[in-house]
């Protein structure tokens, strides 16, 4: 299974960009896709997740500001990111959490994007 994220960017505050998130190899189905970034000397966090059914959670930093949607395949996520702020840099990474057979699911991760956001 390999996550491949994409759509990072330099760009300046106030302005807008989206990233996409596609899953490949072998899946039976995904259960959850998300979004976790990391700016330089802090730890990863959750920046928004979405379920198979639709549900979605935010970072309080990002709500009003960012959605996370599926494609029609369900083998895609993206992440909207709007009003964008200079505290919304760092490296953005994709989390799946796929169900590789009838009984196992795993973790998987992209290999980052980077979004920076001038002020």
């Known amino acids: 299974v390999q996550l491949q994220a994409s759509g990072g960017g330099l760009m300046q505050a106030g302005g807008s960009l989206r990233l996409v998130c596609a899953a490949s190899?072998?899946?039976?189905?995904?259960?959850?896709m998300g979004w976790y970034r990391q700016a330089p000397g802090k730890q990863r966090e959750l920046v928004a997740t979405?379920?198979?059914?639709?549900?979605?959670n935010y970072a309080d930093s990002v709500k009003g500001r960012f959605t996370i949607s599926r494609g029609n395949a369900k083998n895609t996520a993206y992440l909207q990111m709007n009003s964008l702020k200079p505290e919304d840099t760092g490296v953005y990474y994709c989390?799946?959490?796929?169900?590789?057979?009838?009984?196992?699911?795993?973790?998987?991760w992209g290999q980052g994007t980077q979004v920076t956001v001038s002020s």
């Open positions: 190899g072998s899946i039976f189905s995904i259960n959850a």
């Open positions: 979405i379920t198979s059914g639709g549900t979605t």
């Open positions: 989390n799946a959490l796929i169900r590789v057979a009838v009984t196992n699911s795993r973790s998987f």
